[in-house]
């Protein structure tokens, strides 16, 4: 398992002269402001996953627009320089982590929206572009782009393709790739290529845009992105509901998904979810004391007030102790906000968090939870459960005390149980946050060896040399 060692990567890291030619070129390209010495940057080091492996990168550079990219992987190509790219670094698998030697490429400084088109229904953006500011943009002409990750008041549009971004409203309307056009995309050669098309349909040669989103910057580095918008949907109603025992919330969410209504978000979290949002933010004042919390929305226009009124009764009648409903965007906003907390909130309660992202069909959930749970007791460490029910996506939270061998080894067995334990089901080790360096101990157990061998004749087809993001993905 790759997780919980830092690689002492600076001995293995080009030194001397090489190193030193590759950073004059590269400074004789941008102007200072673009390129920093590795002793100045060691925040770019790493994204947000706790304990996963890092190494020493050679420099980190921040390209202004595409053809600075196109040439900074020259350089890397010409000296065999591995190159990571990076967006606001609040990946959750280590995918942004710098590998030694190697340029670390942030794009956080390409940050242009280059246009919102109201008639085709249509944003293109620099992929450095904050989530959220592409979806204001989209708003402000009374257009819509809704994957909305927890994370998107910092997370990049790049970084959203790149892993193919999930979030709140993926239930209804999908997740980052069902919006994604085009591609402007660096390969690993340096050369610049457009995938993809402007249009809704396109079935020209292979999708090679499908297969970019979710790449992990493995096969190339996304530039700009041309998303699809939809019409602004109607003001948002919202409920939510408690719990005495998690097996009543899910079998009251499986009536919900199972009617002729589509909530826009079908979120959960369990109780310790719950007192560990309220201990890291007291303004979050989630109902305490209950074993599950359900956040449900309708966006459906002329509908979503009914929609949640008759939701409300499916809880009530499910079990629910305590039914809330939200009309208000304030009341709402503050639900969703909390919600939001998660993944700093269950890293803060032992120091330290391994993440799980696991998929199963939703028929599984039941029998996920209650094995969750049994995990939990068998290894006597933390398993704090919440995210996005209505997909089937759930994040299991593994607490641990960084400084503790006993944590650390019983957390690193959870982890590992955990994605067995949602491949058996029928599910997947990640369904939005990647494989990065945190999960490649299980892609086996998903692929089996003959799509290995095809992916990896992909990933050599794109980058023969194995410059690009390497050590990552697969
Ligand atoms: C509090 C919190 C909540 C979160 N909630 C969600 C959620 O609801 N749904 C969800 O899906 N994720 C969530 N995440 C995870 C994370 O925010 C997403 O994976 C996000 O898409 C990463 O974007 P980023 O710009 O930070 O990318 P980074 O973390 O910088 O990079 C992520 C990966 O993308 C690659 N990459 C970045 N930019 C490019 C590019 N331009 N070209 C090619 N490759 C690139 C990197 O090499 C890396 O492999 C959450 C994270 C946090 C901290």
Redesign the pocket.
Known sequence: MTVLTESSASSESPTGTESSVVFDELAALLPASQLMATDEGASYYR??SDGTASGLPLAIVFPANTEDVAAIVAIAAAHHVPV?????????AG??NAVAGCLVLN?TRMNKIIGVDRDDQTATVQ?GVRTIALARAASAVGLFYPPD???WR???I??????N????LSVKYGVTGNFVRQLTVVLADGSVVRTGQRTIKGVAAYDLTALLVGS??TL????EITVGLLPAPAAAFGVSATFATVAEALAAASVIVASSRRPSVLEYLDGACITAINAYDPASALPAGTAALLLIQSDEAGRAADDVRTYAETLRAGGATAVVIASDAVALDELMNAR?LL??ALQAVRGASLNEDITVPRSQLPTLLSSLEQISAELAIPIAVGGHLGDGNLHPIVGFDPSSEVDVAAAQEAYARIIRLAISLGGSATG???I?VLKQDHLDDELGPVLRALQERVKHAFDPDGIM?PG?KL
Request: glycine share 26%; proline share 7%; no cysteine.
């Open positions: 994204d947000q990571v790219p990076q967006g606001a670094r609040t990946g959750l995918g942004a794009t992929a990750p927890g994370s910092a997370s990049t790049g970084g959203n393709v790149a892993t971004a999930g979030g709140m992990e910057g190339g580095i996304v530039t939001r993944h700093p939005e946050h990647g990065g993001n990552k």
